[in-house]
């Protein structure tokens, strides 16, 4: 059976853009460069981005294409008779689960951030009665998970809409109203008076501050970063390239992506940062930045209802068309490998990802005793520690040996598919780069990342 295609080229772009473009850039981001000190850590995250990051993409993009599956055949379908590279599929598909495991809860926060927005829930609160908000949410077991649960049932159901009429129609939509309201905020946000502050702090590098931090483990999280916000590593964004036919060179799509994903994330901290010093507010306080720091924010800004509405609409947008490119990733899973319905298939996981989802939902109530990565940590940091430090780095590198590797795929068919069509071709001339020194740098930040987090 022919596979079904996007119906355009801007369809393939701005979904690609919509699985990279997500938390990671509108939560993620801002609070791991608080925690860092800004712009140094930017710099660092900026340089992987297009060392490491992009070569992955174009890799990534180029085995979906040629083996026009899932990653949970694609390697099946490319690797040399009798190897073992398929077996990439395990840690790859439990890595899309995991990701998803506590994604939807954030998404799940979101939601429930837009409705509080729009009903002025926090219009005259002080600060310590935000923090009461929010802290009350986290102890609302029951709460969480309808939330959770009402995200995660929208996702599937644009899904079983099916690629073209579901997955590429919608979230077009929601892709350029984010782009367009994204531009409204940083507006906003750079005009407000003694914001300016916010701005050295984002875009003046202090490598004292980085130093400070700890340099082993800032170049690691920025490793992470670098991976988790193009969504590289597990086969989640090259599901995508299987949906395009071969009229462009893989390498200008890799492009685009990567450049709408840096714009968003650069763009986020525009809008976070010069807001949270103009109101004298801290930006490192860690995961909870978003909702926490930023309903004071709104408050104190005048029109801020609307404005504070306008942006939980932006992060939701943003982790929902995530959400739902990852659930088709899922979603071909089962249908390449059963053989089942789209329908059938997106039923099945709803149910296995609300179950599957709790974990991380519990971690922040029932749970919180369970703290596997220090003080302070729960479920959620240890499943996107899991993901972000480790399938996906280290997926990856597979990646990386799949493409260059005459045990593997080979760098002559990689390069061939990568180049079939108009566009930029990407360089031949960096075969030794890729295929030794960018596994190199991979593997020492790795090892000197775990090092720097767990014995120093
Ligand atoms: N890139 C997504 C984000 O920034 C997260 C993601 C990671 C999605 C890995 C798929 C795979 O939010």
Redesign the pocket.
């Known amino acids: 059976m022919e596979r079904e295609k996007f119906s355009s080229r801007l369809g393939f772009i701005l979904i690609s853009a919509g ?11 801002p609070y791991i460069t608080g925690k860092y000190g800004g712009a140094a850590f930017v710099l660092i995250y900026l340089v992987f981005l297009v060392i490491l990051g992009l070569p992955v993409i174009v890799m990534e993009f180029a085995v979906g294409r040629a083996s026009q599956r899932s990653v949970a055949l694609s390697f099946d379908e490319l690797e040399p008779r009798g190897t073992k590279w398929h077996w990439f599929k395990y840690p790859a598909m439990a ?2 689960y995991l ?1 998803m495991m506590f ?1 939807t809860t954030i998404g799940g926060w979101m939601a429930y951030y837009v409705i509080k927005m729009v009903k002025g829930d926090f219009s005259g609160m002080d600060v310590s009665a935000v923090e009461g908000e929010f802290g009350a949410m986290l102890g609302n077991p029951a709460l969480m998970t309808a939330l959770m649960a009402a995200v995660v049932i929208l996702g599937f159901v644009i899904c079983a809409g099916g690629l073209q009429k579901g997955v590429e129609k919608i979230t077009k939509v929601m892709m350029i109203s984010l782009l367009v309201l994204m531009v409204a905020l940083t507006i906003n946000s750079i005009l407000l008076e003694g914001g300016q502050e916010g701005l050295a702090f984002y875009l003046k590098p202090d490598f004292g501050k980085l130093v400070e931090a700890g340099l082993g483990e800032a170049i690691f999280a920025a490793l992470g970063q670098a ?8 086969g ?2 090259a599901i995508f390239g299987s949906y395009i036919d071969r009229e462009r060179r893989l390498t200008g799509e890799a492009v685009n992506v990567l450049v709408l ?1 840096t714009i968003v ?1 650069l763009m986020a901290g525009l809008i976070i940062f010069p807001a949270c010093f103009a109101y004298n507010i801290q930006p490192d306080s860690g995961p909870n930045l978003l909702f926490i720091t930023l309903p004071n924010v709104f408050n104190a800004m005048p029109g801020g209802r609307i404005w504070g509405t306008l942006f939980f609409v932006f992060m939701f947008f ?2 929902i068309s ?1 959400i739902v ?2 659930f088709q ?1 899922l979603i071909s899973f089962a249908t390449d490998l059963t053989g089942c319905s789209v329908k059938k298939a997106a039923l099945l996981n709803c149910l296995v990802i609300i179950v599957l989802s709790v974990p991380c939902v519990l971690g922040f109530n029932l749970w919180s005793g369970f703290t596997p990565l220090g003080a302070g940590t729960g479920v959620l940091d240890l499943e996107d520690f899991l ?2 430090n480790n399938i ?1 780095p280290l997926g990856s590198l597979v990646y990386v040996a799949f493409c260059t590797s005459r045990y593997g795929w080979g760098w002559e068919k990689f390069l061939g598919e990568a180049n079939t069509g108009k566009g930029i071709s990407f360089p031949s001339g960096v075969r030794f780069y890729i295929k030794w020194i960018l596994p190199a740098i991979m593997l020492f930040i790795f090892l000197q990342g775990y090092y720097a987090k767990f014995f120093s």
Do not use: P
């Not at 699985?19 to 981001?29: E, H, K, P, Q, S």
């Not at 991976?227 to 597990?234: A, D, P, Q, V, Y």
């Open positions: 699985c990279a473009i997500g938390l990671g850039n509108v939560w993620r981001f890595g899309n990701l994604y991976f988790f916000t193009l969504s590289i590593g597990m989640a964004i994903d994330a943003a982790a995530t490119a990852v990733d993901v972000s996906l």
